[in-house]
T-cell receptor
Framework: KQEVTQIPAALSVPEGENLVLNCSFT??????LQWFRQDPGKGLTSLLL?????REQTSGRLNASLDKSSGRSTLYIAASQPGDSATYLC???????????FGTGTSLTVIP | DAGVIQSPRHEVTEMGQEVTLRCKPI?????LFWYRQTMMRGLELLIY????????DSGMPEDRFSAKMPNASFSTLKIQPSEPRDSAVYFC????????????????FGSGTRLTVV
């Protein structure tokens, strides 16, 4: 079974800092990896999807990278803002099959 | 598109009662997933459907849980009888089939149903 780990579990940074969130997975035979954002009491909002053949994806201030061989992905957030405060989850899909395996998330607080 | 729509948003019920959660996936999406989220266990897949057919229900915790998808635009998750340990947020998600927008868009989640069993 795919195990997905996110470190750190919680992170607090001052506004304006660049930061990196980490995601690691045990089985490198993945189909793709997706980063989500979850605000308190809300659903999950998709941020970036990286296919297994890609190494990174960018959207605005967000950049996600994927290294399948080492079983790792990072989400880079540039010039953080208080509105970025949320829980960030990564999810990995298997090469065969359709379900995503979720990490437990990183709770980010950006201090004004 | 209005996205994945779930109802109700909140449900409080007494132990032993039947609970039915509802989901309307995005039109044209071939796959529908039911997830449960708790502080202790995070997000867990309960069951998923492909073209209205249940494919994998190995995550359904007990026989008290059942799910149906009578047509492409509607699914239900039923708990009977409910227990306090079923309290969680239940999410529905959908995605297109392989070969369509799956590679670009992945999953779309609903806003969830927060279930409290007292």
């Amino acid at each position: 079974k795919q195990e997905v780990t996110q470190i750190p579990a919680a992170l607090s940074v001052p506004e304006g800092e660049n930061l990196v969130l980490n995601c690691s997975f045990t089985d490198s035979a993945i189909y793709n990896l997706q980063w989500f954002r979850q605000d308190p009491g809300k659903g999950l909002t998709s941020l970036l999807l990286i296919q297994s053949s890609q190494r990174e994806q960018t959207s605005g201030r967000l950049n996600a990278s994927l290294d399948k061989s080492s079983g790792r992905s990072t989400l880079y957030i540039a010039a953080s803002q208080p509105g970025d405060s949320a829980t960030y989850l990564c999810a990995v899909s298997r090469l065969t099959g359709n379900q995503f395996y979720f990490g437990t998330g990183t709770s980010l607080t950006v201090i004004p | 598109d209005a996205g994945v729509i779930q109802s109700p948003r909140h449900e409080v019920t007494e132990m032993g009662q039947e609970v039915t959660l509802r989901c309307k996936p995005i039109s044209g999406h071939d796959y529908l997933f039911w997830y449960r989220q708790t502080m202790m266990r995070g997000l867990e897949l309960l069951i998923y459907f492909n073209n209205n057919v249940p494919i994998d229900d190995s995550g359904m915790p007990e026989d008290r849980f059942s799910a149906k998808m009578p047509n492409a635009s509607f699914s239900t998750l039923k708990i009977q009888p409910s227990e306090p340990r079923d309290s969680a947020v239940y999410f529905c998600a959908s995605r297109p089939g392989t070969g369509r927008s799956w590679n670009n868009y992945g999953y779309t989640f609903g806003s969830g149903t927060r279930l409290t069993v007292v």
